[in-house]
Every structure is written in structure tokens, then in C-alpha cells.
Nanobody, 127 residues
Framework: QLQLVESGGGLVQPGGSLRLSCKAS????????LGWFRQAPGKGREGVSC????????YYADSVKGRFTISRDNTKNTVYLQMNSLEPEDTAVYYC????????????????????WGQGTQVTVSA
């Protein structure tokens, strides 16, 4: 059974750091399109960062460039989101997502065109 399980969320002060993890089971992340999204209360789901396909090409939303880093560990079948210099505006539920890139209907991996989603992990940035 294909499954994505996020972890690593929590409460952090402004300027702090967190690392989110998303472990996959039932498929191999190596060749997948992988994305991190977030949804704040009252707002739509926003693409934060993604890995387009097996080439490992990464993309970031303008709001997180220079602060967040996405990475993939193929040996652990896990994708990470390292978040530094966190701001209160980063507060949201964060979701990881996966898709066969050959079946994607849009070019941008920051678009929520994904079939498989994790359950989400809460990130709260507050003093």
C-alpha cells in the first residue's frame, strides 16, 4: 500500500529551524516528482518546494527561497524539508506529495497536481 508519512513539525520561535521528513512506502521516491505544500488557516494550499523528477531539479516558492532546502535520501526513501530563519508567516500544516512525473498534467511541480499525499504535520512559528 502506497503511503507517505510526515514528521518533524512543532512549535518554534521566529528565526528558528525545523526539518520535516516524509517517508514513503509502497513506491520508490528515486524516480518520483516530490513536493512540499502548506496550508495556513483560511488560505489555499501553497506549493513550497519540489523535486521535479529523477534529475533532482528543485524549485522553491519565492517566499521561502534562501531559507528552505528540499532534499531526497534514496537509501531511506525519504524526502526532507530543512526550514531555517522561520517566520510567523510560515505557520501552516505542511504536506508532502508524490507523483509519477510521466503522469503529471502540469509542468510545474509546485502546482498541487499530485496523486499521493501525506496526512500533514503542523508547523507553528511563534514567540
Amino acid at each position: 500500500q502506497l503511503q507517505l508519512v510526515e514528521s518533524g513539525g512543532g512549535l518554534v520561535q521566529p528565526g528558528g529551524s525545523l526539518r520535516l521528513s516524509c517517508k514513503a512506502s509502497g513506491f520508490t521516491m528515486r524516480n518520483s516528482r516530490l513536493g512540499w505544500f502548506r496550508q495556513a488557516p483560511g488560505k489555499g494550499r501553497e506549493g513550497v518546494s519540489c523535486i521535479r523528477d529523477s534529475t533532482g531539479t528543485t524549485y522553491y516558492a519565492d517566499s521561502v527561497k534562501g531559507r528552505f532546502t528540499i532534499s531526497r535520501d534514496n537509501t531511506k526513501n525519504t524526502v526532507y524539508l530543512q526550514m531555517n530563519s522561520l517566520e510567523p508567516e510560515d505557520t501552516a500544516v505542511y504536506y508532502c506529495a508524490a507523483q509519477n512525473p510521466l503522469l503529471a498534467t502540469v509542468t510545474s511541480c509546485l502546482s498541487p497536481d499530485y496523486v499521493y499525499w501525506g496526512q500533514g504535520t503542523q508547523v507553528t512559528v511563534s514567540a
